[in-house]
């Protein structure tokens, strides 16, 4: 019990409106089971300069901040794979839910589910979860993982009618096309708990990190997004369903 | 009784001088939305073009014109206009827009200087003038002591208003406008007049003569409308008037005070109410009533003070702080918020964005949501408003105080202030560890050469004894000298207009400041808490820090740190409060500067926290540069932890964000601004300037970085520091942000 109680962290930013609705403060775990190539935070991959926590330590950190979250906001477990730390995680949720916090996670749903982390996902307001690629070749090309994973981790959300809001990082020549995204969304209509699918351009600001962390950047070369055609895809694909 | 004020409810108000009673009795709420706000007219947009194309020949050659002719006094020149035709709220200082006046009553070498930097000569008549009188910076050095010289000198004290005029004084213009010149004359000479009762000390024949130039003044200013066709002896009749005779009031008080922030208090509220009357009598439309708010507003826009360059070194951008306080909660808790306060957020639209007026919101978590997010709306489109913590100021300073300049409370017309500039505490550390020296002059600033500390390894109790002993020798100095300047102030550049416009028996604050707290919280943490090593030069003095190890900084919300900080102010109070202020002031202190961190970081050596000579402190309260690295709440927290009752004169702190940082759409924005908001003031916060960058700004970083060091460019999941960016991706993140608006 007491190793479940320790969790270990790369960094908290207190304050992002990206993360989830409203203004976040998100604790960014440590480790991640994918490697995938659009990564923007590859420094969380690994287990050194981990910052070691215990959840009480973390939630009264995190509950400074209450004051400022409103109705919609609140606290996100980002990563790294927040899953890997479930039991870590949950009982922080736990404990900020008591106080008046609400929590979410940004997971690629990458994971065996366990009891651990079906209580966890009933606990969330609703989960964000990356849908990474749409068969299982490009998704392991790109992740190294599996996409029936994360399908079945839909799954299990689907009979938990816990809410989803997906996430789809688009890339030039990988995934910027209108017969692509159509793969995406006929997954995305097997599941109605998901309320909203989100496209994110690529972003080349964390390319400096790899050069950093002396890690492969196998976009390096990739070329700039047309910002014109992803607006076309955003508006022809991306929705939200208000009533979360 | 005035036949104008017949509909109007409430007694007190009639019987004396208290606008505010008549306020409170009168004003309408107004909880909706801004959809009922009319747009600039077309005579608005014409005056508007007329004043842009003046601003346009401004920028180029630094003033439009000096007169150097006459010297400035409420009655030396005749009317002007911006457009004679066209102009509905009239009046300028100079005969011509934007014509800067010579006003040498503060200080004659200032005027001088200012003029030669723009190529003009103050006229032989003015020079004349002022072979035989004795002016505040006279006054001032004639008194100073040699010690309040060297402090001056070195800057450890600095920025002091014994040079030029003092500011920082608001008038209750309201009054002219509710009651006419003649009953506000009236009383004060029922004032004067019980004052030989209370036995003629010298503080009591002081305070009778103050008077009797109030009475000259309120005099001049009656003549001074009379040259624009107006009688303003009685109260004002209409919305129009009212703007008007508060106008002359404000235009009065300026043309012989130069002071750096002349602001014009907490109006809207009050102006509504004729507004109000006006709509209802079916004789002014909505758009009238914006048209007339406009004008007013270009009129303050068109404020112009003489500075020297070196002025303009200190404050970029020649502001004038014609700061304009809104909203705001009265006492049993209902919102002042009319359609007015909305009127006067809506010229950010049809006049464009603007700094000045500085429009100051009196934020309250009781505010109707519906304003709130217009205000975080035009904070978002313009960029150009501020936020203060009216929950908290309302205990203290009840509910018709305004703020003066950016952070400055004061009860209308029953407070003012005498203004004392900065304490340079990080400077004031380097000469405790240097013995009394001047680290950077090399001159010994104090009485005594004290104990130089030796080379090596800093301890903190040592540090702090000796911060402590320096601490309480520059207070009382402090003190000292803004006893002197503000004797001379009153004695040769008196405030008549102003100090007409508040009760005879006036409450006085003495309004202290620091600057560079940022950097000594730090310093102090990084020999608490790591090692830090001095390092003397060839003059013995030391100069220079190495630090070994890592310390918790300011603007982390660590608690280690932030206690350092509270520590700072409140001891540094504590050693003002034990001295005397002139005319039985009450001290206070301010955590605040503007642009001026930038000058004060040019006259400091090396810091023990690691930042090098020459380097920019950061703005008032707000964390060093770079070093607030858990997010911005984190930063928003430690900041709040300063106690506002030992820094009633306010705790300056600027948020800069870019728009999609605050969210994906505006909506979004909005809610989170204002839920930022109201979360930083439930922590009993005081100032918030929330800068939301735009395009054009972000282009300005990429070009001028050293003006934007702690611009964080935010987007999911990471925050960079926008200047570490290379061109191309700068360049990017302008696209990406602004890709929507393109």
């Known amino acids: 019990m007491t190793k479940c109680n320790i969790g270990q962290i790369n960094s908290i930013d207190t304050f992002s409106t990206l993360d989830g609705y409203g203004i976040r403060g998100v604790v960014f775990l440590k480790g991640c089971n994918l ?40 606290v996100t477990f980002s990563g790294g794979e927040p899953l890997l730390q479930a039991e870590f995680v949950l009982q922080c949720v736990a404990k900020l839910r ?143 369903i208000k009533s979360k | 009784m005035s036949k104008v004020w017949d509909k109007w409810k409430g007694t007190k108000w ?82 011509k827009p934007l014509v800067r006046l010579v006003s040498p009553f503060s200080g004659l070498k200032c005027v001088k200087n200012a003029c030669k930097a723009y190529n003009y000569k103050v006229s032989d008549h003015v020079l004349s003038q002022f072979q035989y009188r004795t002016t505040h910076n006279d006054g001032v050095f004639r008194v100073y002591s040699q010690l309040m010289r060297r402090a001056r000198h070195s800057g450890v004290i600095t920025g002091l208003p014994d040079a030029y005029s003092r500011g920082r004084i608001i008038g209750d213009y309201r009054r002219v406008a509710l009651y006419g010149i003649d009953r506000l004359i009236e009383q004060k000479k029922i004032d004067k007049a019980a004052l030989y009762e209370r036995g003629l000390t010298e503080e009591n024949i002081q305070l009778i003569e103050d008077v009797q130039k109030q009475i000259e003044g ?52 009050f102006l509504d109410i004729y507004i109000e009357r006006d709509l209802k009598n079916g004789v002014l439309t909505e758009s009238e009533a914006q048209e007339l708010i406009d004008d007013f507003v270009i009129k303050l826009r068109m404020v112009r003070h003489l500075r020297t360059p070196e002025y303009n070194e200190i404050f970029a951008g020649d502001p004038t702080w014609v700061t304009m306080s809104e909203a705001g909660l009265t006492k049993d808790g209902r919102h002042m918020v009319t359609k007015t306060s909305y009127r006067v957020l809506n010229t950010l639209y049809n006049l464009k964005s603007s700094a000045e007026p500085n429009i100051t919101i009196l934020w309250s978590k009781y505010l109707p949501q519906n304003y709130k997010d217009f205000c975080a709306k035009v904070s978002i489109d313009t960029d150009s408003i501020q936020y203060e913590n009216d929950d908290l100021m309302r205990e203290r300073f009840g509910d018709d105080y305004g703020i003066a300049c950016c952070v400055s409370a004061m009860r209308i017309g029953k407070q003012m202030q005498f203004f004392g500039a900065r304490c340079n ?27 130089i500390f030796d080379e090596g390894l800093l301890n903190y109790d040592e540090v702090i004894k000796a911060y402590k002993k320096y601490s309480k ?190 969210g994906k759409k505006l909506p979004e924005q909005i809610s989170n601004l204002t839920n930022l ?37 935010r987007v999911s999941g990471y925050a960079v520091n926008f200047n570490k960016l290379n061109r191309e991706q700068q360049q990017e993140v302008i696209n990406r942000t602004f890709h929507d608006k393109m």
């Open chain 2, 14 to 95: 009639k019987k004396e001088i208290d606008v505010y009673d008549f306020i409170i009795n009168n004003y309408t709420q107004y909880s909706g939305d801004a959809s009922f706000l009319q747009p600039a007219t077309e005579r608005t947009k014409k005056v508007l073009a007329k004043l842009e194309k003046l601003l346009a020949k401004e920028m180029k050659k630094g003033v439009v014109g000096i007169d150097v002719n006459k010297t400035a006094t409420i009655n030396s020149h005749k009317a002007g206009y911006l457009d004679k035709k066209n102009d509905i709220i009239v009046g300028l200082q100079a005969e």
């Open chain 2, 473 to 662: 020798m520059i207070a009382k100095l402090y003190v000292d000298t803004l006893n002197c300047i503000h004797y001379m102030h009153d004695k040769y550049a008196y405030e008549r207009l102003m100090m007409a416009l508040h009760d005879t028996d006036v409450d006085r604050l003495m309004a202290f400041g620091i600057c560079g707290l940022s950097v000594l919280t730090d310093s102090l943490s990084a020999i608490k808490y790591a090692k830090v090593y001095a390092r003397k030069d060839e003059r013995g003095l030391i100069t220079h820090f190495d630090v070994e190890g890592d310390y918790p900084k300011y603007g982390n919300d660590d608690d280690r740190v932030d206690e350092i900080a509270q520590w700072i102010v409140k001891d540094f109070y504590k050693n003002l409060k034990s001295h005397n202020c002139y005319r039985h002031a009450t001290p206070t202190l301010s955590v605040l500067t503007i642009t001026s961190n930038v000058a004060y970081g040019k006259k400091t050596g090396d810091t023990p926290d690691g930042r090098k000579k020459g380097e920019p402190f950061a703005p008032g309260a707000n964390p060093m540069h770079g070093r607030d690295q858990s997010g911005a709440l984190a930063s928003l927290n430690s900041v709040s932890k300063l106690d506002y009752d030992v820094c009633r004169d306010g705790i300056s702190n600027t948020f800069s964000i870019i728009p999609t940082a605050l």
């Open chain 2, 218 to 269: 309120l005099e001049a200013t009656k003549q001074m409308a009379k040259e624009y066709g107006y009688d303003i002896s009685k109260p004002a009749t209409n919305a129009k008037e009212a703007i008007q005779w508060l106008y002359f009031g404000y235009l009065a008080a300026i043309k012989e005070q130069t002071g750096a922030a002349n602001s014009i208090g907490r109006i809207s509220t």
């Open chain 2, 425 to 451: 505490i990080a400077k004031l550390l380097l000469m405790a560890l240097n013995g009394g020296y001047d680290e950077v002059k090399g001159d010994l600033v104090t009485e005594k050469a004290g104990k």
């Open chain 1, 35 to 74: 490697r995938c190539n659009c990564c923007h935070n590859p420094e969380t991959w690994g287990s050194d300069k981990s910052i070691t926590m215990t959840v009480e330590e973390l939630v009264s950190k995190l509950s400074r901040y209450k004051m400022y979250y409103g109705t919609d906001g609140g």
């Open chain 1, 98 to 240: 008591e106080i008046g916090i609400s929590c979410t996670i940004e997971t690629a749903g990458n994971v065996e589910v366990n009891d651990t982390i079906l209580q966890l996902v009933k606990s969330l307001d609703y989960v964000i979860c990356d849908l990474k690629y749409p068969t299982e070749q490009e998704y392991y090309a790109n992740t190294l993982g599996s996409l029936a994973k994360t399908a079945k981790f839909l799954d299990i959300l689907r009979d938990c009618k816990v809410g989803v809001w997906l996430r789809t990082v688009v890339i030039p020549d990988i995934n910027d096309s209108e017969s692509k995204l159509k793969e995406y969304a006929d997954i995305i209509s097997q599941y109605p708990n998901v309320f909203r699918w989100e496209l994110l351009p690529l972003s080349k600001l964390g390319f400096g990190k790899y050069i950093e962390l002396g890690i492969e950047n196998k976009l390096r070369n990739c070329r700039d997004l047309d910002m014109s055609k992803f607006d076309r895809l955003k508006k022809q694909f991306e929705f939200e």
């Open chain 2, 677 to 713: 908001i109201d979360g930083y003031f439930a922590r009993n916060a005081q100032h918030l300037n929330v800068n939301v960058l735009n395009r054009e700004m972000l282009i300005d970083a990429m070009n001028h970085p050293k003006k934007y060091p702690n611009l964080t460019i």
